[in-house]
């Protein structure tokens, strides 16, 4: 089974449509359900509706299921929609629990009530399970669908368990260990697992030292510890440590792209990410809210160049510096926020210390600031031949890099403190901020400097 590019799988739906267009029902299965599920749902996305009906029609409710778990959250409502009802219940109830619970979260109460009245009591009832946990927590992206051993059985019991409830479970790499009273005491990977003779107890063999989360812990969190710990799964507890399920490594990685996407849209001043099927209307109204207040920010910075109006009319040359400052302010501010809230996110910023990490900027910020005020000041003097100008323009920008580098690092870790999410300091807000502080540094410096550019 080869992974197919998209002209790879054009070709192929050329190939084998023919047999679905004349009906022949088990050539088309066959040349189907060859391909991998995520080229399965592929070919499904671009297809018609018309199309789809067809395809649904071929196909049982269980194949359907291993194609929707490949087809991204956010757009796959039209197609359970297009589905008879009953078809949806099944395809939903043949899902792994926690995409199932995924995809319900974007219907409204009434179809999913409708859904769970139709499916399968056994599948509903554990669908219902996770429906009431809160989104972006372990209860709400963890799965029911897992090999659970008794810490009293022995292996050659365990084995013999593990082979009957492997083919529903998502993972049988680790299997997890509790007590007769379903608290988690323990783990068992399946290497132990085999090599280990069978009249041993589980109890002697696996290994108490199990990590896991509350069901109530956020999953970022969760997506960290998986990352520092390199575990495939991680079992989700309630306050008494009994065992309600796992995360698994494939789960983790939506959230990461998940996190990644909204991390980046606060970045970029936008309320949520745009996606390619919003209208000018809803992607306007994400955009707008920052808009406006980086719209009175700007106007703040108006007012503020204002008050040097006298500074100005003096010494006119002056205005043709402020968007240079300006930008080289929100350019230094804007790196230095994002490898603050990298190293807030990555937990760099935790080994590191939010001291030592800001003493690093400031240096930089001296740094970057020296050279590209001694260059501006070379510049400024050959272009102008006034070299109190070019001293004026060369030392504000250097304090308004220093100033603007320690700003851009320091605004994210004081949000990070006060448990707001750091990407909300955007790049847009840190450099309408250093506008601001980069005026006040140029028509300060400027100020103090009027009468050598005035007589010098």
Known sequence: MEHLDEQEREQYWEKIQDALFNQ?????RAEFLELHPYDQAKIFETQSGE?????YSYLSSEEIAEVMENIAIEDIEPFFIEMTTAFAANVLAEMSTDDAVDILNQFDKNKVASYLTIMDKEAANEIKQLLHYEEKTAGSI??????????????????????REAPDAETIYYTYVIDNEKRLVGVLSLRDLIIAEGDWMVSEVMSERVVSVPVGEDQEDIAQMMRDYDFLALPVVDFQDHLLGIITVDDIMDVMQEEASDDYSKLAGISDVDSPDDSAIASAKKRLPWLIILLFLGMLTASLIGRFEETLDQVAILAIFIPLIGGMAGNT???ALAVAVRGIATGEFEKQGKWKMIVREAGTGLITGLCCGTVITLVVYIWQGDIYLGLLVGIS????????????????????RLNIDPAVASGPFITTINDIISVLIYFGM???????????
């Open 24 to 28: 022949q029902i088990d050539q088309f």
């Open 51 to 55: 199309i789809r009906q067809q395809i």
């Open 142 to 163: 963890m799965t029911t669908e897992f090999v659970v051993l008794n810490a009293n059985q022995t292996i050659k019991e365990a084995m013999k368990h593990l082979r």
């Open 333 to 335: 501010g804007t790196q």
């Open 397 to 416: 920008i250097m304090a308004t890099l220093i100033v603007a580098t320690i700003a851009g690092s320091l605004i994210p870790i004081m949000m990070h």
């Open 446 to 456: 400027a100020t103090a400097f009027m009468n050598l550019l005035i007589h010098g």
